[in-house]
């Protein structure tokens, strides 16, 4: 039995492409001075014994970021860069990560072995630091994890000769295994990128730069004594256990390989149990890359994985392997801009990897990736380590790696209200998954257009949307608070103020209504809406024109409308969490001040320039704008959008200060009276929310609260309201909700870090 030739008598319509993908980034902590840190572990990133993304390495310096299982690169990447932004944001402000594999000049003693708490963890440290030496530890390089498709397995196995899944899946892996240890010469050649190692770290300086020291025999690797047989996944297993026995291996995990059979804790489970997937370990990191390795090598990668179980299994594997890492040894001990040796196949693997372009119709995307290879093998310039020669400075990268580590750090800390890669979702659900990510809750994405995520911690699940809707709250809440009419009766039965008022199903009856409330101080707002849209509010009384006007904007949002009395007074937001009111904002109404220079339009466009200004509530403050509800609150002011304003002279731009119509925040949760916290606690309680936004328009806030004179009137309970605009304010300090909520939906992982702390 044998699997040569199963893609090239494959279907076009093969799930070539169909594959799973993981991530693991090494990386140093730099201080201020540009020192590896000593500081310890990450204090915010709570508990290292079940952290699943974020942990220690060898050194308690050394982070090594875990993304999960991925069915892309793409996402594998968009994950990553979620895990590094994080580590960025959970290191002291003044730390960040070195950005080569190569680490920076320093001494065995700087190296500090990870403080774990399982003692056979920190032993087995302990003995590689013997073993090895604890300096040649702190190179760091980024693990490429991939488990090819089970569709594109079963239909390979049903195209072949074999009887058993496990049997063809296990050869299947075997043979990638031996193919990539035979051609990985190519990946150092494009990816290395460690052509120095600074003063000290190698007992005789190198008279040139070359390739890649991490990937050649000076780098981190088993002793010479070591010869694991890839011949035979029976080999492959007796092979390492038999170092193991003799204790020249002191685990099974320190065989040291580029490659290694993953899926099972021993290796001798692979022969019943089947090999689930493989680690590739030769990727420098990329120094020009924030996230340390590219989308294109990601994807060329799986394309060169690809080409390699297109080619014949050699027949003297473990021959062929012992000259493939000479090769490989040689070409990682190159300079940098040397062509390759003639004895590299370049041809045989290029031509593979366009045959597999070529006969599954991988598109345009797959034929650039192929060029963009040869045009490196002509060009050594364009590779990693041809790129990085030119940033050497008298046989140094310490200046360009400081450079290069501060102006990833700087991105990092750029828009910390976001998590990069995750734009495009509303901004309250990607601080959540930040803080899941960052506390160690594992996180899936369920549908991201919808902001619905599942979190878990062990057998514990928890389900979430838009950040702060949970199993917590009953279905009914959420849909009792939309409304605003039953939002009212609930409030008013319970003791509650609320404004009185009326409500239309059609803009003739509403007009009807105008005779009882032309000269009165009104608010016209659909009965079911959010983020302020479509309210119109007349504090002074209104002509039946603009009220018209009022009534088809609300009409454009809900086909019921609500006509209410203006409430005198400061509108105030309370956030209600579990029964306790954790932050209170003052909304300012989207308006604009004077210069005496421009229009009111322009004051406009240069407030919209503030960086926590943007659209569709991805930023903390929404953009301005100037549409009808705008123009019509300017002209109740008698001014215009070309208006000139004097220095100082306020202009109000809505009546409604949502910030989600551009209004400004501003933070007063230690100033607000006590009472009225708890006022708005009890509202929440009333209607049964677990999380909610309670708006209270306060006359005077220095007047306390009771519920027998409340001196207050609620217009609105919000089921979604938007935490981001308490964390990131206009004005004052804020205040972090989000981990609040991971916190009540798993007590358990404090508990858990505070005990590893106590510890």
Known sequence: MHINHLLQQAPKTLPILQASFGLERESLRMNAAHQIAQTPHPKKL????????????YSESQLELITPVSPSTRKVRQ???????????????????????????????????????????????????????????????????????????????EASTYNSLIEFTNDL?????????????????????????????????????????????????????????????????????????????????????????RGHKHNRDYLTKGIRYLEFRCFDLNPFDFLAISQETLDTVHLFVLALLWLDSPEDVDGTLTTATALNDRIALSHPLSPLPT???????????????SHFQLGETYRGLVDKVKQQVSQPELTLSGQLVGHLAHHSLQAFGRKQGQTFHDYAWTAPYALKGFEHMELSTQMLMFDAIQKGVNLEILDEDDQFLKLWHKDH????????????????????????????????????????????????????????????????????????????IFQDGLCQKDYEKALDIAFAEDKQVLVEEFIQGTEYRFFVLDGKCEAVLLRVAANVVGDGIHTISELVDLKNQNPLRGRDHRS??????????????????????????????????????????????IDVT?????????????????????????????????????????????????FNPSMYMHTYCYQGPGQALTPKIIAKLFPEITDESAETARN
Not at 46 to 57: A, E, K, L, M, V
Not at 698 to 717: A, F, G, R
């Open 46 to 57: 709570g508990s290292r014994n079940f952290h699943p993304y974020i942990q220690t390495d």
């Open 79 to 157: 994950v990553l860069g979620a895990c590094t932004e994080v580590a960025y944001r959970s290191m002291n402000p003044d730390e960040y990560l070195w950005p080569l594999s190569m680490p920076p000049y320093a001494s065995e003693d700087d190296i500090r072995i990870a403080r774990l708490e399982d003692v056979h963890e920190y032993q087995y440290r302990e003995g590689l630091g013997q073993r090895y030496g604890k300096l040649l530890q702190s190179m760091s390089g980024i693990h490429y994890n991939m488990e090819l498709g089970a569709g594109l397995i079963q239909q390979l196995f």
């Open 173 to 261: 892996y075997l043979k990638v295994a031996q193919q990539f240890l035979r051609f990985r010469w190519l990946l150092t050649y494009l990816y290395g990128a460690s052509p120095i190692a600074e003063k000290g770290f190698l007992k005789e300086d190198l008279d040139q730069p070359v390739r890649s020291l991490r990937n050649s025999s000076y780098g981190y690797r088993n002793a010479d004594d070591i010869h694991v047989s890839f011949a035979s996944l029976e080999h492959y297993v007796c092979d390492i256990e038999g170092y193991v026995a003799t204790g020249q291996l002191s685990a099974e995990k320190e065989f040291y390989s580029a490659v290694r059979l």
């Open 343 to 357: 004895e590299a196949e370049t041809q045989t693997i290029l031509e593979a990897m366009e045959a597999v372009t």
């Open 461 to 536: 699940i928890e389900y979430v949307k838009n950040g702060n809707m949970t199993s917590k709250d009953s279905y009914v809440v959420p849909l009792a608070m939309a409304n605003k009419t039953v939002t009212k009766k609930i409030l008013a039965a319970a003791g509650f103020p609320v404004p009185a008022g009326a409500e239309f199903s059609s803009k003739k009856e509403a007009l009807r209504y105008y005779g009882e409330i032309e000269k009165q101080a009104i608010v016209v707002k659909p009965k079911s809406t959010n983020f302020g849209l479509g309210i119109s």
């Open 620 to 665: 903390p403050l929404e953009i301005i704008h100037l549409g009808d509800l705008e123009i019509l609150m300017l002209d109740q002011q008698g001014y215009r959008p070309d208006t000139i304003l004097k220095a100082g002279q306020k202009a109000e731009l809505r009546g409604n200060s949502n910030i989600s119509t551009g209004g400004d925040s």
């Open 670 to 718: 230690e100033q607000m009276d006590d009472s009225y916290k708890q006022l708005a606690a009890e509202m929440a309680s009333a209607i049964g929310a677990w999380v909610c936004g309670v708006d209270l328009i306060i006359p005077d806030s220095t007047v306390p609260s009771s519920k027998e004179q409340p001196n207050c009137t609620c217009i609105e309970l919000n």
